[in-house]
């Protein structure tokens, strides 16, 4: 369970987070969603344990975040940064191998051998036929999977994830998301993801949060969420919402505001 | 390793003396208790040049070349940053003020043997927080402007270390010294000093090895990882800029050896810093051992400044670097 109460911070003196609180359950797939600037990501980066709240505070299991030590936190949880990695030097398998930097001690050797979570977390994202290239030779789709192979070594109980489909095609974005799904579920793991597509969030997560003015101002199921009145105070647009032929999940239609000419 | 080894002994094997290749391992030999036994053929001036002269001039070289190397590899791992080194952060520059402003006023005796490089490490972080200072912007450093700041920085120094010197009466030999770096008329006793220097922070860099490896994927990256991101910061600058002071009190400043040696292992090992610090410690040996040589047999028996050798054929390559570094940015993703 990770909570934050009433959080403030700032970024480069603007306040971004005006006494935020949001709680996150154990086992659950969350979406925090809102707007461009709203402080997604600045949520996200406190609920890591990274940067501290200015005021606030964020407790993972009932005990402030800062309170934990850094190698021990990162056993606990792993993050998914916007961006994904840059085309470092590093081969695959090396970059996915230091997700298991929060094991070792300080000779980087670990009690039990890790050669085999690293094997099954490159073989679950596809990667086993390129572990041995440099990252620098790989597109950008295919270094978000290392990334994800990375947090996969990592064995964490939580998983955030800032913005994990940007720049991705919507083939690959099905796929990532459909592998963190299925991670999840079978291990049990709480993930918590930064998303800006509604759709997207309204088809895979458990719960959303929304954050508006610096608070979060709904949080629910999507169905409890996504209502066409909370799209036009949050977005500041009008949208219908219809359920998904499929899976009856709630799904935003975009209304411009001018039609386009009829015949 | 074989090559640092190979390197000493032919160094140690040429000199401007006109001693005989055969005549200086003789008289190495003959240093060892157990080979003591026989008369030496040699005069005790020769033996002098040999023992006391060049071989303290060569390993002096090994050690100052492993010192600046190691610098340079902490500082471009923890800056992240290709053209980072303790030439064009202007750290040796200003580590040599503070060495050069205690030699020149004849202060050396205040804290015994360590008064020189406590003083300059202290001048050279003043300066490597100057340059942080001068190219921060908004918070985040960029990495050009970060060694501009070094360049200038480094070219202010060097002028005040010219000042200095010119006020106390001193030969225009003794700028050419600060400026370009010497290790001529040295002694043991330097190696002494340089010694606990590089044994207390060759362990350090290596014990952040894997820490730095992380930093490569970004400092959030290696934070989520459980890496203490500030104090990683913190130990890599500080040990990098204690063994570039040592360095500098020993032999001036020497540019460029912290650029090149860890480029070019890195290109050969790769870019786990578990082996690039270990390596360019010893590249780094080999590489002004060369330098060395090369200033004092070349124009025999004239010496060229160290740092002359080095800046010929460090400049260049770091042109190349920020040649590359352009390149890359024009091209797209």
């Not at chain 2, 923890?78 to 064009?88: E, F, G, H, I, S």
């Not at chain 2, 890496?227 to 032999?251: D, F, Q, Y």
Request: aromatic share 8%.
């Amino acid at each position: 369970m990770i909570e934050a109460k009433e959080v403030f911070q700032e970024i480069q003196g603007r306040t971004v987070l005006e006494g935020l609180s949001c709680s996150f359950r154990k086992g659950r797939l969350y979406g925090i969603i809102g707007p461009n600037g709203v402080g997604k990501s600045t949520l996200l980066h406190l609920l890591s344990g990274v940067t501290r709240p200015k005021r606030g505070e964020v407790f993972f299991d009932g005990q402030s975040i800062a309170s934990y030590p850094r190698k021990r936190l990162a056993r606990m949880m792993a993050v998914l940064q916007q961006g994904g990695l840059p085309p470092v030097g590093f081969t695959v398998r090396e970059v996915v191998g230091m997700g298991r930097f929060p094991y070792q001690n300080w000779l980087g050797s670990e009690e039990r051998d890790s050669e085999e979570t690293i094997e099954t977390a490159l073989k679950a994202m596809g990667l086993s036929g390129l572990a041995g290239r440099r990252m620098d030779q790989l597109s950008g789709g295919e270094r978000q999977r290392v990334a994800l192979a990375k947090l996969m070594a990592q064995e964490p109980s939580v998983i955030l994830l800032d913005e994990p489909t940007t720049y991705l095609d919507i083939g690959y974005q099905v796929q990532l998301l459909d592998t963190v799904r299925s991670w999840q579920r079978e291990r049990e793991l709480t993930v918590i993801a930064v998303l800006h597509d509604l759709n997207l969030a309204s088809l895979y997560c458990d719960e959303l949060v929304v954050l508006h003015r610096g608070k979060a101002a709904a949080a629910g199921t999507p169905s409890e969420v996504l209502s066409p009145a909370l799209i036009g105070e949050v977005y500041e647009t009008s949208a219908s919402v219809v359920a998904h032929p499929m899976t009856g999940d709630p799904q935003i239609m975009l209304q411009p505001q001018l039609m386009k000419k009829l015949d | 390793m074989l090559l640092l080894a190979v390197s000493i002994v032919v160094s140690l094997s040429i000199g401007s003396a006109g001693i005989s290749v055969a005549d200086v391992w003789d008289i190495l030999l003959r240093q060892l208790p157990w080979l003591a036994d026989e008369q030496s053929a040699h005069t005790p001036g020769e033996i002098a040049i040999i023992t006391q002269v060049r071989l303290s001039r060569v390993l002096l070289a090994v050690l100052v070349g492993a010192c600046l190397a190691l610098a340079g590899a902490g500082f471009q791992g923890v800056l992240r940053n290709p053209l980072a080194d303790p030439y064009t952060l202007g750290v040796a520059s200003g580590s040599s003020v503070g060495a050069a402003f205690i030699i020149l006023f004849g202060l050396q005796a205040a804290l015994g043997i360590w008064t020189i490089p406590l003083v300059a490490f202290t001048t050279g972080t003043v300066t490597l927080f100057g340059v942080f200072w001068l190219s921060r912007s908004k918070g985040a450093m960029q990495i050009e402007t970060l060694i501009l700041s070094g360049v200038i920085l480094q070219s202010f120094l060097g002028a005040f270390v010219s000042f200095m010197v010119s006020l106390s009466q001193g030969v225009v030999n003794q700028i050419m010294f600060w400026l370009m770096g010497s290790l001529a008329m040295r002694s043991w006793d330097n190696l002494y000093m340089l010694l606990p220097f590089l044994a207390l922070g060759l362990p350090l860099l290596l014990f952040y090895a894997q820490a730095l490896n992380l930093f490569v994927l970004g400092e959030r990256q290696a934070a989520h990882l459980g890496v203490h991101v500030e104090r990683t910061k913190l130990v890599v600058l500080i040990a990098s800029t204690l063994l570039t002071a040592a360095a500098v009190s020993v032999s001036g400043v020497i540019g460029f050896v912290g650029l090149v040696v860890p480029h070019l292992i890195r290109l050969l090992a790769g870019p786990d810093y578990r082996l690039i610090i270990p390596l360019s410690a010893i590249g780094g040996g080999t590489f002004v051992l060369w330098a060395d040589t090369l200033a004092r047999t070349a124009l025999s028996p004239k010496e060229i400044p160290l740092g002359v050798v080095t800046a010929l054929i460090g400049a260049p390559f770091f042109a190349y670097l920020l040649h590359r570094r352009k390149l890359k940015e024009g091209s797209p993703s």
